[in-house]
């Protein structure tokens, strides 16, 4: 089955608010994760990545926490935007891999909408 | 200013025939991507390439075939396509494995 997940698959805010979207994944060996942002009819965008060997990371308005205890990380968007409006992907590999597949893991998805 | 180019942006295809989907990206990128998305599934990985003139199996390449033959383009190809092949298809590239991806605009493709 899928071993990344996200909790919600919606999330509805008003604009001005902070957003958090979670992401639980089950490898306990992957090491490095990726968030996505995905717009109506568009590729998937790079948002921000985090290593295992972080708890936390901050980009332009976005932050992603990471809990490798409970192996959960979550993507938190300051502010948000009508722009933010768009289905979020976390993505998790583990880089010590060898010679194996180049396979990332992706969640399903949650979208966000942002109510102005 | 490209990023990663697909053409062509839709098509629909009988089953049986075949087609080629073309990825060309403009950052000397060594590693290229070719995945599948469907409603529910997320993003599921159909082959790639870790430089030119290699392409790998990735988590389902069943019915498809990719090559490699200049840096900058990855080709998928569908030769005998089926209905289940219906899907948005993504290119991306990135330059070291599995981080940073830069994704295409995708490929909707129809199989009737």
């Known amino acids: 089955g899928e071993s990344v997940g996200l909790h919600l698959p919606t999330l509805s805010v008003q604009e001005g608010d902070n957003s958090i979207i979670n992401c639980a994944y089950s490898n306990s060996a992957s090491d490095y994760f990726i968030w996505y942002k995905q717009e109506s009819g568009k590729g998937p965008q790079f948002i921000i990545d985090?290593?295992?060997?972080?708890d936390k990371r901050q980009g332009q308005r976005v932050t992603v926490l990471l809990n490798k205890t409970v192996k959960h990380l979550s993507l938190q968007i300051a502010a948000t935007q009508p722009g933010d409006s768009a289905v979020y992907f976390c993505a998790e590999t583990d880089l010590s891999t060898q010679g194996g597949s180049e396979k990332l893991v992706f969640g399903k998805g949650t979208k966000l909408t942002v109510n102005p | 200013n490209a990023g990663v180019t697909q053409t062509p942006k839709f098509r629909v295809l009988k089953t049986g025939q075949s087609m080629t989907l073309l990825c060309a990206q403009d950052m000397n990128h060594e590693y290229m991507y070719w995945y599948r998305q469907d409603p529910g599934m997320g993003l599921r990985l159909i082959h790639y390439?870790?430089?030119?003139?290699?392409?790998a199996k990735g988590e389902v390449p069943d019915g498809y075939n990719v090559s490699r033959l200049k840096k900058q383009n990855f080709l998928l190809g569908l030769e005998s396509a089926a209905p289940s092949q219906t899907s948005v298809y993504f290119c991306a590239s990135s330059q070291q494995g599995r981080r940073k991806a830069f994704f295409g605009q995708g490929t909707r493709l129809t199989v009737v």
């Open positions: 985090i290593r295992s060997n972080m």
């Open positions: 390439s870790v430089g030119e003139g290699t392409t």
